[in-house]
T-cell receptor, first 115, second 110 residues
């Protein structure tokens, strides 16, 4: 079974641009979460989606948004990029949302560099 | 949301047991303890999780104290490939939100 797939793996953008990152969960998984990892702040939760609905949101500005499609694939968008948005963006999928036995499986991430 | 405290780094000889401690003194009754590891900027890899009982799987053992304020991850026979950053995480049941701490960088040496 294929793992969580994130595309693209690497991305270079300039300040002010916007970017869209994609995540394909493991087949059969319906819950998708996004995380940002930076050297200074570590791994931080961005948002969680299940059945095309955002269930939880982390403490990030409105420039960060996401969505989930009916096939459980998810995208996240960052508008008006800032230098501080340079990070590794990780997507994780799980079978269902919020279950006690849930295990989240992470993708390899998209490394975004903002110049 | 409960926070976790881990030592920033630890060393372990290859073939010996690695015992990684974690404090989560503010954990609530409905929060699970999860352990993940991350090898050189790859995506975090799930290791094990538990609520209040000790757990064991093919990768590791998890020992949770009776008051649930701390836990220890045990890698019984560490190998060089176990060199990674290990994260102790609490998760609120009902959400998939993982709250990562700073982790412990485990270095396994020959």
């Amino acid at each position: 079974k294929a793992g969580v797939t994130q595309t693209p793996r690497y991305l270079i953008k300039t300040r002010g641009q916007q970017v869209t990152l994609s995540c394909s969960p493991i087949s059969g998984h319906r819950s998708v979460s996004w995380y940002q990892q930076t050297p200074g702040q570590g791994l931080q939760f961005l948002f969680e989606y299940f059945s095309e609905t955002q269930r939880n949101k982390g403490n990030f500005p409105g420039r960060f948004s996401g969505r989930q499609f009916s096939n459980s694939r998810s995208e996240m968008n960052v508008s008006t990029l800032e230098l501080g948005d340079s990070a590794l963006y990780l997507c994780a999928s799980s079978l269902e949302a919020g279950l006690a036995k849930n295990i989240q499986y992470f993708g390899a991430g998209t490394r975004l560099s903002v110049l | 949301d409960a926070k976790t405290t881990q030592p920033p780094s630890m060393d372990c000889a290859e073939g010996r047991a690695a015992n990684l401690p974690c404090n989560h003194s503010t954990i609530s009754g409905n929060e699970y303890v999860y352990w993940y590891r991350q090898i050189h900027s790859q995506g975090p890899q799930y290791i094990i999780h538990g609520l209040k009982n000790n757990e064991t799987n093919e990768m590791a053992s998890l020992i949770i104290t009776e008051d649930r304020k701390s836990s220890t991850l045990i890698l019984p026979h560490a190998t060089l490939r176990d060199t990674a950053v290990y994260y102790c995480i609490v998760r609120v049941v009902g959400t998939d939100k993982l709250i990562f701490g700073t982790g412990t960088r485990l270095q396994v040496f020959p």
